[in-house]
């Protein structure tokens, strides 16, 4: 894991440029950033579980959702919630539900797993759809964004646009840290141990059960980051965002940006975004576009966009000769 | 006075109709290697299997130290000391030999989760994974991929895998098979070291090793323990001629070439020995 010069020096590139991005970029461009960091969030942690440990989920949108629903349910109607509280409430929520799901879930393998996670998220997308719970299928609003307050002292103001994206930068930032420090770690391993071969792990002497539900509570809670700051974002949520489609949406993704690798994860995040809204200006049809795109990946960069870079090389060292 | 570390009475295991283990008792003692011997389908495997957790037992009980494990999974029984290797090579191939070794001597550090160290900083394990593979005569191969092995490397991995566990017992099937006979004599060198501190079941196929580094041998066939003792007193017994070695003299049999012997495929036990009259144990 550890980063050649030139993988090092793109990175600090991009960072520079994220952070001096609200400069330069107008009110369209700056939110539009904030939500593919967001989806990004939200695409590195279920990569956690896909690209890392194995385990194909079609239900991590119900964590995503999970958190959003927290957050406009805890908020009071006429006042900031405080972003210190709810916030981490919104988190615990997400990883709580991960923790009860995963205990079932996680006793099944392969197709049995998509299934039941599949199942899982859309009871979660019913509980709101037809209950009034949060707002039935009309969903409810987050009228204000919380406020970060500490006694009197306010930090910074989420309801301003440029503030609210570098705290998603930081939160973002933060996350990836997170992800690769324990991706190094013993515990990361052992994830990627699982998905190289779990039958060898067990007879290793690990108990694999623990790690996966470790990894799934996890994916869960960031996947509730992600879906907190969503819900902050547009101020408002619905059932949908806890439907398999989004599931899918996050799963294509991961695919799209390259599994196995939180770099990957927000590529394709950002890619999705990008190419949804190009594709939408040109044509009412784009979801066919989109389509295209993915099924072309897929079928001629099968390690994803992150794979590219090391494509092109290929190519031109192989159709140039030697210099 | 030797320690019996691991007991198994009358283990049996069926697969539908099919008797795959029939009352199979073993005791392995520290200091001992216990060959399992039998023909294609004798249930060796499946008794391996049985004794490492892998598959539970339909009935029979198995001890480890005096302590009932015969409900602890493969996990937990790998965790008290009982290592094994694969009859069909079960290693991670994507990772390089150290990995594969280093993940193996991890497993015996797992109170903590320890998510923010890096797993490269723990120096122990790292020494642990790089003292087995050069045990295992793998120096040098340390940051190969796994997969890109020869087939006896690999082979020889999976026993450094084992030793990485730090395992009293070690299970080992067919360990031999598909390695060189430079490197299958170098691995018949390791076991005899390894026997001294621990307790060894080896299933093998080639009579020369088994005869030159068992202190007991166990003839399985059909399932069904067919006799049990020192390998002069198996040697000539006269069942195992008849049922296992055929019509050959068991002595050139076990003199020759090393090939694995051209047992019938599914002989049936002599009548008289499913109570264990003819077994004697070591
Ligand atoms: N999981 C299983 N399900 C059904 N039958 C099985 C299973 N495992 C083994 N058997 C059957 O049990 C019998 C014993 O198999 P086992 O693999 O233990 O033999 P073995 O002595 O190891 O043979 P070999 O020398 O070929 O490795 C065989 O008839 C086999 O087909
Ligand atoms: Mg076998």
């Known amino acids: 894991m550890t980063m050649s010069r030139p993988t090092m020096a793109l990175l600090l590139a991009v960072l520079a440029g994220l952070f001096t991005f609200p400069f330069y970029g107008g009110e369209f461009y700056v939110e539009m950033m904030a939500e593919m960091m967001i989806l990004g969030i939200f695409a590195m942690s279920l990569d956690l579980l896909v690209g890392f440990t194995g385990l194909v989920s079609l239900g991590h949108a119900a964590f995503f959702g999970i958190a959003a629903y927290a957050v406009a349910l805890i908020s009071p109607e006429y006042d900031p919630a405080n972003l210190w509280l709810v916030m981490p409430a919104a988190i615990l929520a997400s990883a709580l539900a991960a923790l009860v799901i995963g205990l079932l879930v996680l006793r099944t393998k392969g197709i049995y797993f998509i299934m039941v996670t599949l199942a899982f998220t859309q009871m979660a997308f019913y509980l709101f759809h037809d209950t009034a719970l949060g707002g039935g299928s009309d969903g409810i609003y987050l009228n204000f964004r919380p406020e970060p307050r500490l006694g009197e002292w306010l930090a910074f103001d989420l309801a301003e646009g440029h503030q609210f994206f570098y705290f998603v930068l930081i939160v973002l930032v933060l996350v990836y840290g997170l992800l690769v420090r324990v991706l190094r770690s013993p515990f990361g391993r052992v994830l990627v141990g699982i998905k190289e071969n779990e039958h060898r792990m067990r007879s290793l002497g690990y108990a694999t059960f623990r790690y996966k539900l470790g990894a799934f509570v996890l994916a869960g809670a960031l996947a509730g980051t992600a879906g907190f700051l969503y819900a902050v974002l547009f101020g408002f949520v619905t059932p949908e965002l806890l439907s398999w489609h989004e599931s899918g949406q996050v799963l294509m993704m991961v695919i799209l940006g390259g599994m196995g690798s939180p770099v990957g994860a927000l590529i394709g995040a950002g890619s999705m975004v990008a190419l949804e809204e190009s594709f939408s200006m040109l044509t009412k049809h784009w979801q066919l576009l989109m389509g295209l795109v993915i099924v072309a990946v897929v079928l001629f960069l099968p390690g994803g966009l992150i794979g590219l870079p090391g494509r092109l090389r290929g190519l031109l060292l192989k159709g140039g000769g030697d210099d | ?282």
């Open chain 2, 1 to 282: 006075m030797t320690e019996a570390l691991l007991v198994a009475e009358r283990l049996s295991r069926r697969f539908g109709g099919l008797s795959a283990n029939e009352d199979v008792s073993i005791t392995l003692e520290r200091g001992k290697l216990h060959a399992l011997l039998g023909p294609n389908g004798a249930g060796k495997s499946t008794c391996i299997n049985l004794l490492s957790g892998d598959l539970p037992p339909s009935s029979g009980q198995i001890h480890y130290k005096g302590r009932d494990i015969t409900r602890l999974s493969a996990p937990q029984r790998s965790r008290v000391g009982i290592g094994r290797s694969y009859q069909r090579t079960n290693i991670f191939g994507g990772f390089t030999v150290l990995e594969n070794c280093r993940l193996a001597a991890q497993s015996r550090r797992q109170r903590a989760w320890r998510l923010f160290t890096d797993a490269c900083a723990l120096g122990d394990t790292l020494d642990k994974a790089r003292a087995v593979i050069a045990e295992a005569g793998l120096a040098g191969r340390e940051d190969r991929i796994a997969g890109t092995l020869s087939h006896g490397e690999q082979r020889q991995l999976e026993i450094a895998m084992v030793l990485a566990t730090d395992a009293d017992v070690l299970l080992l099937d067919e360990p031999l098979a598909g390695m060189g006979s430079e490197e299958a004599t170098k691995m018949v060198a390791l076991l005899d070291r390894l026997r001294r501190t621990r307790a060894i079941l080896l299933v093998e196929h080639d009579m020369d090793a088994v005869f030159a580094v068992a202190d007991t041998i166990t003839v399985l066939v059909n399932g069904q323990l067919l006799a049990s003792g020192s390998p002069d007193r198996i040697r000539a017994n006269v069942e195992v001629q008849q049922a296992y070695l055929g019509d050959e003299a068991p002595a050139s049999a076990v003199s020759g070439c090393g090939a694995p012997p051209r047992a019938p495929a599914r002989a049936a036990p002599p009548a008289g020995t499913r109570d264990g009259s003819a077994t004697c144990r070591a």
